[in-house]
């Protein structure tokens, strides 16, 4: 009774193991009903491992829980620059958050403009997109024609990376 017991669980492990190495296999294909349970599980099965922290394998990027938001000071005053800096803080903030479909909400980065020579508008900052990236981005910010402190939020709801 024993041996069949432990052949069981043996088998089930097996089967387990097995499953997560094809979904692993698949890489970031996993359709967005299937992450959290994966997730679930690959969380379960690295902190079952009997190995050190160094040499268990990471999560991917879509089952890391939070993203911490950063705060950015942007030290140059010329119009175009800020414009420039705000649409790679854009593009990094899809990066992380949208291209691998995150299911929530994350505030991305904090800027703080410090000095503006100018205006710093929508259409400057889609001007310094890749054409891409031009759809995924809401601006909520208005014209920013002095200092003032920007967000920069995933919304995944709408999918777009919002400028406020």
Not at 38 to 53: N, S
Request: hydrophobic fraction near 45%.
């Amino acid at each position: 009774m024993k041996g069949i017991a432990l052949e069981t669980i043996a088998l089930f492990f097996i089967a387990i193991v097995s499953i997560v190495l094809l979904i692993s296999f698949m890489g970031f294909n996993v359709p967005k009903a299937l992450r959290e349970g994966y997730c679930y599980i690959a969380r379960g099965l690295l902190g079952f491992l009997p190995l050190p922290e160094h040499a268990k394998p990471s999560l991917p990027h879509f089952c890391k829980e939070t993203i911490y938001q950063q705060l950015i000071y942007i030290e140059s005053e010329l119009a175009d620059r800020i414009s420039y800096e705000i649409a790679s803080y854009v593009m990094a903030c899809w990066e992380k958050t949208g291209r691998i479909g995150m299911a929530q909400n994350a505030n991305c980065f904090e800027i703080v403009i410090r000095r503006v020579n100018g205006v710093v508008n929508e259409n400057s900052v889609k001007a310094n997109l890749p054409e891409r990236y031009r759809d995924l981005m809401s601006w909520r910010a208005g014209e920013i024609d002095r200092p003032k402190s920007l967000g920069i939020i995933y919304d995944a709801g709408q999918k777009l990376v919002v400028v406020v």
